[in-house]
C-alpha cells in the first residue's frame, strides 16, 4: 500500500431534504504507527484520533469497539442564501481527522511556533534587503514615512494573484530562485504572500518592528480554534509598530491604501507574531469611510422623453479594489464589458447606459473615477402625463433580501458610504404634478439612509445617502436588516410625475444652468452637507 491513512469527513447537510442517514467509521487500529505533516513539511508521530462537530438537534456520535457511529434524521436541505457566510463553516458537520497534538491549545502554539521560524528564514535579512530600504527611505525620515515609503515600494512589484502565474521554467530561464524575501525583491514580482513577507523584511531592515499574521480569508471560512487544522489559514499580512501602535497592512492586495485591509481580510482570526513568539488574534474591523461611492450625474430630458447626458463615479476601498483587479486578471476590454453590464441592470427600461473611461486605474492611495455616459429614453406617457422614475440610478436595483426567513448568517462583504448628486434639466413645458416624498431611515447603529428631491424651475434635482456600518449579522438580526434594505428599496422607487404641456420658445443654456446649481445647493443644504 501506500501506507497512508485518511479519517472521513462528513458534511450533514446536502441540497436535499434528507430523511434519514447513518454513518460508520472504523478507524485504524495501528494510527499510532503513523506521521503527520504539518503545514511547514514536518513530521510528528500520529497519538489520537479527534473531531469536531456541528450535529442536528439530538443526534449523537456513538463510539464503541467497533468505531463510530452517527444517525440523523430530517435534516433541512442546505440552502444558498444572499450574502450569506461561508457555508462549510456553518452547516451540519462531523469532521473526523488524526492527530499528533493533545488540545488545540498545544496544537496552535507549536504549529504558530513552527510557522513564525518558517517566516523569520524568508524574511532574513541580506545585503540586497539592505541595498533596497536605503535606496527608498531616507534617514531622517519618521517610522511613518518610512513605513508608507516601503509599503508604496512593494506596491509596485508584480503580484501573481492579480496577473498570470509563471512556470518554473520560466523563473529558471531567469535564473530566479525562491527562497527568502530579498530573491522577490531582485525578481520585482512573487505571490501576494510573498509580498507581505518582503514587506515585513523591509520593515524590519529599516528598524521598524514588524510582524507577519496568518489569517482566514472571510470569504472562505470561519476559523475556529478547536479544529486543529492550518488550513483554516488563508493569507498573510502585516502588522507594523508605529509610535507604539499596531498597524495592519494588506501588501498582497494589490492597489489596498496603506493603514487598510481588504473587507475580507476585517473581523476575522489568525495566527500573528508577537515580541514573544505567536497567539491567536483578531484583524481590526473596517470603517464605513473606507468604502465609498459618490455617483454626480447631469442629464437632459427632452420633450419627447429621451435622456441624456453622463454620470461621473467615484470610488475608494474595496470598490475601487474590485475594479483594479478585475482590470489586472480579465484586462481592460472585459472589465468594462462587466462594470458595463452591472450599470445597466441598475437602469430603467428604456435606458443604455455606457462605461465611457476610467482615471487611476493603476494607482495606488488614490481614488478611482469612471465616466459614464447616458442615453435612451426615460419614463413613460400615457396622454399629456408623463412618469420618470425618482431615482435614476437604482431603478432596475430590487431589494437586496426578499425572503421571510433566515438560516444562515448574513456578510454583507465591505461596509459603505454610497452617496448620489443627481440633477435633470426638465423640458420647460414640463409641469410638476408628483415629486418623491423625502426618505430618512435608520436601522441603528447599523445604518443610515436619506433621500430629499426637489424640483426648482426646468430642473429636478436629487440627494441620496446611504450608509451600511456594519456587515455581519446573525439570523436573529435578519427581519431588522430585511425591513430596512425593503424600505430603501421602497423610497427609491418612487416616481415622479409631470403635465405636459405645449412646447414654449427654448430656455437660454445660461438659464437652465443657473437653476440647476441653485436646486444643488438648496438639495444639499437640506441633508445637512456642507
Not at 286 to 292: A, I, K, L, P, V
Request: a positive charge; proline letters at 5%.
Amino acid at each position: 500500500g501506500n501506507n497512508v491513512i485518511m479519517a472521513p469527513q462528513w458534511y450533514i447537510q446536502q441540497p436535499l431534504f434528507v430523511h434519514e442517514a447513518k454513518y460508520h467509521f472504523t478507524p485504524s487500529k495501528e494510527y499510532r504507527n503513523y506521521e503527520s505533516k504539518d503545514a511547514q513539511g514536518h513530521e510528528k508521530a500520529v497519538n489520537q484520533l479527534v473531531y469536531v462537530q456541528v450535529l442536528p438537534k439530538g443526534a449523537k456520535v456513538q463510539s464503541g469497539f467497533d468505531g463510530f457511529n452517527l444517525t440523523v434524521k430530517n435534516v433541512p436541505a442546505l440552502v444558498k442564501e444572499k450574502d450569506e457566510v461561508p457555508i462549510n463553516s456553518v452547516s451540519e458537520r462531523l469532521l473526523f481527522y488524526y492527530s499528533p497534538f493533545r488540545d488545540p491549545k498545544e496544537y496552535w502554539s507549536d504549529e504558530g511556533e513552527a510557522w513564525s521560524k518558517a517566516v523569520n528564514r524568508f524574511a532574513s535579512d541580506s545585503p540586497v534587503i539592505q541595498s533596497a530600504v536605503k535606496k527608498i527611505v531616507s534617514p531622517g525620515d519618521t517610522p511613518l514615512q518610512k513605513a508608507e515609503k516601503l509599503y508604496a515600494a512593494v506596491m509596485k512589484l508584480g503580484n501573481t494573484r492579480y496577473g498570470r502565474a509563471y512556470s518554473k521554467a520560466e523563473d529558471r530561464a531567469k535564473g530566479i530562485r525562491v527562497k527568502t524575501a530579498a530573491d522577490i525583491w531582485k525578481a520585482q514580482r512573487g505571490t501576494d504572500d510573498q509580498i507581505a513577507v518582503l514587506y515585513v523584511a523591509l520593515a524590519r531592515a529599516a528598524g521598524l518592528k514588524a510582524y507577519v499574521m496568518r489569517i482566514s480569508d472571510r470569504r472562505n471560512e470561519i476559523f475556529e480554534k478547536n479544529y486543529m487544522s492550518w488550513d483554516q489559514l488563508d493569507d498573510d499580512i502585516a502588522i507594523v509598530m508605529i509610535n507604539g501602535k499596531a498597524v495592519y497592512l494588506d501588501p498582497g492586495q494589490r492597489f489596498e491604501d496603506f493603514g487598510k485591509l481588504a473587507w475580507f481580510h476585517c473581523l476575522t482570526y489568525g495566527v500573528r507574531q508577537t515580541a514573544k513568539g505567536t497567539e491567536i488574534a483578531m484583524t481590526p474591523g473596517q470603517s464605513y469611510r473606507w468604502n465609498m461611492i459618490h455617483r454626480y450625474a447631469t442629464l437632459q430630458l427632452s420633450p419627447q422623453g429621451k435622456i441624456s447626458g453622463n454620470v461621473r463615479v467615484v470610488y475608494t476601498g474595496a470598490f475601487s479594489l474590485k475594479l483594479r483587479h478585475e482590470v489586472l486578471e480579465d484586462g481592460i476590454a472585459k472589465a468594462k464589458r462587466k462594470e458595463q453590464q452591472r450599470w445597466q441592470s441598475r437602469m430603467p427600461p428604456g435606458v443604455q447606459i455606457k462605461v465611457n473611461h476610467f482615471v487611476g486605474l493603476k494607482s495606488t492611495n488614490t481614488v478611482l473615477m469612471e465616466m459614464l455616459d447616458v442615453s435612451g429614453t426615460l419614463g413613460t406617457r400615457a396622454g399629456k402625463v408623463r412618469i420618470i422614475p425618482g431615482n435614476i440610478l437604482e431603478a432596475g436595483v430590487k431589494p437586496l433580501f426578499s425572503s421571510s426567513t433566515r438560516k444562515i448568517p448574513v456578510d454583507l462583504g465591505p461596509t459603505y458610504l454610497a452617496e448620489d448628486q443627481v440633477s435633470i434639466t426638465l423640458p420647460p413645458n414640463y409641469k410638476l404634478q408628483g415629486v418623491p416624498t423625502n426618505g430618512a431611515f435608520k436601522f441603528m447603529p447599523n445604518a443610515v439612509y436619506q433621500s430629499v428631491y426637489k424640483v426648482k424651475g426646468n430642473t429636478y434635482h436629487y440627494v441620496r445617502l446611504e450608509v451600511v456600518a456594519r456587515a455581519e449579522y446573525a439570523v436573529k438580526s435578519y427581519p431588522g436588516l430585511k425591513n430596512f434594505f425593503q424600505t430603501v428599496s421602497h423610497l427609491d422607487q418612487q416616481p415622479l410625475v409631470f403635465k405636459v404641456g405645449p412646447a414654449p420658445a427654448k430656455a437660454s443654456a445660461k438659464a437652465a444652468g443657473a437653476a440647476a446649481s441653485t436646486a444643488v445647493a438648496e438639495v444639499k443644504t437640506a441633508v445637512g452637507e456642507r
